[in-house]
C-alpha cells in the first residue's frame, strides 16, 4: 500500500528580516500549495520553545514522482532562490511516510 509523503520544513528568519518580509515570504510560500500533487499545505506557528526554530511549512504528496515533480517544479526553485535562501537563517528538512 502507498503511503503519502509528508514534506515538512521548520526554520527561523534571518536577524533584520522585517516584518513585511515575512508576510512577502508566507504570501509566496502560499503560491506552492498550487503545484501540482501538493496535499494538505499548511503554514504553521512555533508555539513551543523547546527548540530554535518559529516557523513551518507542511504537505503531502501521494506518491514519490509527484514529490520529485515538486522539488524540481519552477515555482518551487524561484521561490528558493528568490525568498529562502535570502531570508531563512537555519531549518530542519523532514520528509517521511506513515509506518501502517
Do not use: C
Amino acid at each position: 500500500m502507498q503511503k503519502n509523503i509528508r514534506h515538512s520544513v521548520i526554520f527561523k528568519f534571518k536577524d533584520g528580516v522585517s516584518p513585511s518580509d515575512e508576510t512577502a515570504f508566507f504570501n509566496a510560500a502560499k503560491e506552492l500549495a498550487k503545484i501540482q500533487g501538493v496535499q494538505h499545505f499548511e503554514l504553521l506557528k512555533q508555539t513551543s520553545k523547546k527548540n530554535p526554530y518559529a516557523y513551518g511549512i507542511s504537505m503531502e504528496f501521494a506518491t514519490q514522482v509527484l514529490y520529485e515533480q515538486y522539488n524540481n517544479h519552477p515555482a518551487h526553485t524561484q521561490f528558493i532562490q528568490n525568498h529562502w535562501l535570502k531570508q531563512v537563517a537555519d531549518f530542519l528538512e523532514i520528509d517521511y511516510e506513515g509506518m501502517e
